[in-house]
């Protein structure tokens, strides 16, 4: 089982760096991996689960979090009272994205982040994905609201940017009127 430990913090300069494509087959290592992270982030989200074993609730993982320097993200998404959906992606890039942007009311957070940061981080209200599953067959994801911005938040990742890095230092509501809070 993963453990809070296991995810790198900000300090870690392996969250800067830009992840590397994955080929195919994926090896029995990565597909491991993806199963941990699917672990943590559904058992996350279960208040008796999260407790127990200490986890921070999160939606989504991106490898580099683990170091992992590789280009696949898992979200999971409470769609209803303890109902989730998986989603796996390989190589994942936005394909189209809103004009429209909004932002999470109450600030985004981070697995990786372990500080409490004020702002609003400008997000596309709706995003198209493409990637890969975990056998190689290509699939496209139509996301939107709080599942859109999760997936722009991981595929950050890839890249080596921070939630953080999108908010203006001086005025860090200044989007508030703006775009839409969600
Ligand atoms: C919120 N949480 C996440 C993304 C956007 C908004 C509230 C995911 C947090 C987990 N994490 O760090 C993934 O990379
Ligand atoms: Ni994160």
Same mark, same amino acid.
């Given at each position: 089982?993963?453990?809070? !430990?296991?995810?790198? =913090?900000?300090?870690?300069?392996?969250?800067?760096?830009?992840?590397? /494509?994955?080929?195919? $087959?994926?090896? +029995?290592? +990565?597909? %491991?991996?993806?199963?941990?992270?699917?672990?943590?982030?559904?058992?996350?989200?279960?208040?008796?689960? @999260?407790?127990?074993?200490?986890?921070? $609730?999160?939606?989504?993982?991106? @490898?580099?979090?683990?170091?992992?320097?590789? *280009?696949?993200?898992?979200?999971?998404?409470?769609?209803?009272?303890?109902?989730? +959906?998986?989603?796996?992606?390989?190589? $994942?890039?936005?394909?189209?994205?809103?004009?429209? !942007?909004?932002?999470? /009311? =109450?600030?985004?957070?981070?697995?990786?982040?372990?500080?409490?940061?004020?702002?609003?981080? $400008?997000?596309? @209200?709706?995003?198209?994905?493409?990637?890969? =599953?975990?056998?190689?067959?290509?699939? *496209?994801?139509? @996301? *939107?609201? /709080?599942?859109?911005?999760?997936?722009?938040? /991981?595929?950050?990742?890839?890249?080596?940017?921070?939630?953080?890095?999108?908010?203006?230092? %001086?005025?860090?509501? %200044?989007?508030?009127?703006?775009?839409?809070?969600?």
């Amino acid at each position: 089982m993963l453990k809070t !430990k296991d995810i790198l =913090d900000e300090k870690n300069k392996l969250l800067r760096t830009i992840s590397e /494509e994955v080929t195919f $087959p994926l090896s +029995d290592k +990565d597909k %491991k991996t993806i199963d941990l992270m699917v672990e943590y982030l559904t058992n996350s989200q279960i208040d008796e689960l @999260a407790g127990k074993y200490n986890l921070r $609730p999160g939606m989504g993982m991106a @490898a580099i979090q683990l170091g992992i320097k590789k *280009r696949y993200i898992t979200i999971v998404h409470e769609v209803e009272e303890g109902v989730f +959906d998986t989603y796996i992606v390989i190589n $994942p890039k936005i394909v189209s994205s809103s004009e429209e !942007k909004i932002y999470v /009311e =109450d600030g985004e957070g981070c697995l990786s982040v372990n500080r409490e940061v004020i702002g609003i981080v $400008p997000r596309s @209200a709706r995003v198209t994905v493409e990637g890969f =599953d975990i056998d190689g067959k290509k699939i *496209r994801i139509r @996301a *939107r609201e /709080e599942l859109a911005i999760v997936f722009q938040h /991981e595929i950050d990742h890839l890249n080596g940017i921070l939630f953080t890095d999108h908010i203006d230092s %001086k005025n860090p509501f %200044k989007y508030q009127n703006i775009y839409r809070s969600i």
